[in-house]
Nanobody, 120 residues
């Protein structure tokens, strides 16, 4: 059974920083794309950042220059460094990964979410 577990959320003042971590565990053969998404109150879930197995990154325009996604393939972890946080970054942040449990068996997995609250 594959699990993604996020950590690192919390309450921070505007302009501050937080670092989110997500650990994958279970019967994992390979992890392809990993990413972070968020859902703000009353809004739909949106992409924040993604990273390929080779390290290619993609960011939402709203976080470019402020957030950095990275991964450690050996540890099966993905991180999101969030700097210059704004109140509009307040949301539940979800880790996502495309995980192969075998040579051809794969699935799209989500973590349980971690709350990030930015006060003004």
């Amino acid at each position: 059974q594959v699990q993604l577990v996020e950590s690192g959320g919390g309450l921070v003042q505007a302009g501050g920083s937080l670092r989110l971590s997500c650990a994958a565990s279970g019967s994992i053969f390979r992890i392809n794309n990993m990413g972070w998404y968020r859902r703000a109150p009353g809004k739909q879930r949106e992409l924040v950042a993604t990273i390929t197995i080779g390290g290619r990154t993609n960011y939402a325009d709203s976080v470019k220059g402020r957030f950095t996604i990275s991964r450690d393939n050996a540890k099966k972890m993905v991180y999101l460094q969030m700097n210059s946080l704004k109140p509009e970054d307040t949301a539940v942040y979800y880790c996502n990964a495309e995980i192969f449990t075998g040579v051809i068996a794969s699935g799209n997995y989500w973590g349980q979410g971690t709350q990030v609250t930015v006060s003004s």
